[in-house]
């Protein structure tokens, strides 16, 4: 027999060490210390720090949605926290959607918003071009993490503004997205 010893069924003392415990019943043991550690802290227990349930039907959510996976109802929502990019970091909604659609992490979400703070000036172009490129790639994640490396760099362009851009396109005829990745093209130069 794998086992020469009986399990001991008994319960333990805060005490007493989950080594000197069966395999079986460690697990048990450290998932309950878990929940008392969590119920002390004032979390629900089963949910880690920063996770949220749902108020309207009562999902236990991740801290990773941004959305309820039951009812669709928004994190921000739920917090009642629903509103605009702000110093405290709200999630702006026009993000919030763009991320709901293509199902992103939060911490890329948070990062976006981050990022989409400082430019304010080509907001709207910025979002549309992500939500394009987002689109038409396989990982729309993996896209979007692409995407915000080249806004750190400096190397995204939503819309050229040069006049020298804009002849190109009349000249050549080009559409919007042969222009969008013309310009992509000559910004790495």
Known sequence: PRHSQA??????????????????????????????????????????KGDW????????????????PRCGLSKRVAA????VVDDAGEIDPDIHDLCSQFDIEFRHVEKLNDLMK???DTREEDLQKLWACMNEAASPAGMLVSKMKDIENGTFVAVNRDPRMHDLKETFGLDQEAASKLSDVLVLR
């Open 118 to 120: 400082d430019r304010q």
């Open 7 to 48: 399990p001991k069924f008994c319960s333990t003392s805060p005490d007493e060490k989950i080594d000197d415990v069966p395999n079986a019943r460690a697990g048990t043991l450290r998932r309950q210390r878990k929940d008392s550690r969590a119920e002390a802290s004032g979390l629900i227990p089963g949910l880690k």
């Open 80 to 83: 009642g926290k629903e509103g």
């Open 53 to 68: 349930k749902c108020p309207s039907c009562g999902q236990n959510c991740f801290a990773c949605k941004i959305a309820c």
